[in-house]
């Protein structure tokens, strides 16, 4: 996997960032798996990314994203010059991406992705040990716990852990397995209903070994090559895992969590959008916010989130740009759809491999409607656009946060393409604020190993350190105007899907 072209930027950088002390932030992610030299001021001193090991066709071997992300981190600690020791290691990246492990903690079959749909019929009885009745959303395909009993069925033995990629990655360099206390919370059962976590588990009939204790994000974990486990297994097969020993490694949480971090949204009132192959949304607040079909779980010591990821964002306007563009490139769909000169233009379901939040259905597709024949790809594009920015609207729609004096704090690589943030804004009929940081997951991840070190006192006062930004998009008037009309539509339509039914 190549390194991309460095920059001049790139080049000063990597300059600076020699001889001092910094955070090694790792992020892995569906396309690209990023690393970073970052300051304990949240500042990114030097960035590499290489293609993600999570992409391709077929199974996903855990051993290979393990080799991937070791050699990406041995780069990096070339980078920093031999004055300077690194700080620690601090790893996000896609979230429900599970590891399967037996009990010599070695990985029991491929890895399990965010957007694999296995455990969907296994919802009912998932829900039921919950004390729900029926299939209740958010506990079918994509729970952690309906997949590990999806997996135990078909391999016709269970599995003795599964962990989150990054925990599995966190304790091949330290020999310690854990998970962090927001991912853990998802399997959490509200403190209302009376029951505990074993007490799903045994309902579900599954060993408590099966979960593994969980640790404050901002803490530190272990360090590289305690209990010989990390340098022990690869020194076995001929490979010595090449990083400095001890180096502290931080517990870390999930991308969504490092970069509302690395954006300085995690606070009280905050929305958030983050914009990546898929699009997560949220907001933060002081106490749960129960809103219908969806959960409150909490991020930190005071602040509660409401909202979650979808599977859809700028993974599916690449779709369209492989379907109909020859490319792979999400910007092409958009300057298609900027010659769009219909004033009918079709309306879109985008959902090409269902929906998380907020209608939870693995089972709906994608589909055009309303196409007639003066109907051109460029007009396809456009409704490609605006079909998904609608169902981003009825996500924050659904999470009662909506509204004109609310800012929306962006992030993440759709802060690149101003008609893309433009259309959401317009969508939304709100002003959409884009994040500092360059990379705010790997500024988040910094910012936790800031405060796991005592560099901050808390997870607010590191995100404090980072400076204003103020670049707003507002919206227009008379496009905030066709969306609400739009609206409309879409909620019409998307109501006849049988699958919602």
Not at 391 to 409: E, G, P, Y
Request: proline content about 6%.
């Amino acid at each position: 996997m190549a390194r991309r072209d460095e920059s001049t930027e790139d080049a000063a950088r990597r300059s600076s960032a020699r001889g001092m002390d910094v955070v090694l932030a790792l992020d892995l992610g569906s396309t690209w798996l990023k690393g970073g030299l970052v300051d304990l001021d949240g500042k990114l001193l030097h960035l590499e990314r290489v293609a993600s090991p999570l992409q391709g066709e077929g199974p996903l071997d855990a051993e290979d994203i393990w080799q991937a992300t070791v050699g990406l981190l041995r780069r990096l600690c070339r980078q920093t010059g031999p004055a300077a020791a690194p700080l620690a290691v601090s790893i996000t990246g896609a979230t429900r991406s599970h590891v399967f492990l037996d009990a010599q903690q070695r990985p029991f079959g491929p890895v399990m992705l965010w957007n694999d749909p296995a455990g969907s019929e296994l919802g009912e009885r998932v829900s039921k040990a919950y004390g729900f009745t029926g299939d209740t959303p958010g506990f079918g395909a994509y729970h952690p716990l309906a997949r590990i009993l999806r997996v135990g069925q078909d391999h016709g033995a269970m599995p003795h852990r599964l962990v989150e990629l990054k925990d599995w990655l966190n304790y091949r360099l330290t020999g310690r397995l854990a998970t962090d206390a927001v991912a853990y919370g998802r399997i959490e059962p509200d403190a209302s209903s009376g029951l505990s976590v074993d007490d799903i588990l045994a309902r579900l009939a599954l060993p408590r070994t099966v979960i593994p204790p969980c640790a404050p994000p901002a803490s530190i974990l272990g360090r590289t090559g305690d209990g010989g486990r990390a340098d022990a297994s690869d020194k076995a097969g001929g490979v010595s895992l090449g990083l400095p020993s001890g180096i502290p490694v931080v517990v870390g949480s999930f991308d969504t969590w490092a970069s509302c971090l690395g954006m300085g949204a995690m606070r009280d009132g905050g929305v958030y959008d983050i914009s990546g192959t898929t699009q997560v949304l949220g907001a933060f607040s002081r106490a749960p916010r129960p809103a219908p079909r969806m959960v409150s779980m909490r991020w930190t010591d005071d602040l509660w989130q409401t909202g979650g990821p979808c599977q859809t964002g700028m993974g599916t306007l690449a779709w369209f740009a492989r379907a109909f563009l020859d490319s792979d490139d999400p910007a092409q769909t958009l300057a298609a759809a900027r010659a769009s000169r219909a004033r009918d233009v079709p309306l879109c379901l985008p959902y090409l491999a269902g929906e998380r939040m907020p209608l939870w259905s693995s089972a709906l597709s994608a589909s055009f409607h309303g196409v007639k024949s003066h109907h051109l790809r460029a007009d396809l594009a456009q409704a490609l656009v605006e079909g998904l920015v609608l169902a981003h609207r009825l996500a924050l729609d659904a999470l009662q946060v909506r509204n004109a004096s609310t800012t929306l704090h962006m992030g993440g690589g759709g802060t690149r393409l101003p008609e893309w943030v433009q259309a959401r804004a317009d969508a939304f009929g709100m002003t959409v604020e884009l994040g500092q940081a360059e990379e705010p997951a790997l500024v988040g991840a910094a910012l936790a190993a800031a405060t796991a070190l005592g560099a901050r006192p808390s997870l607010e006062a590191a995100q404090n350190v980072l400076k204003a930004r103020s670049v707003c998009v507002t919206p227009r008037t008379s496009r905030t105007a066709y969306y609400d009309s739009r609206a409309r539509e879409f909620s019409m339509l998307l109501s006849r899907d049988p699958s919602l039914s």
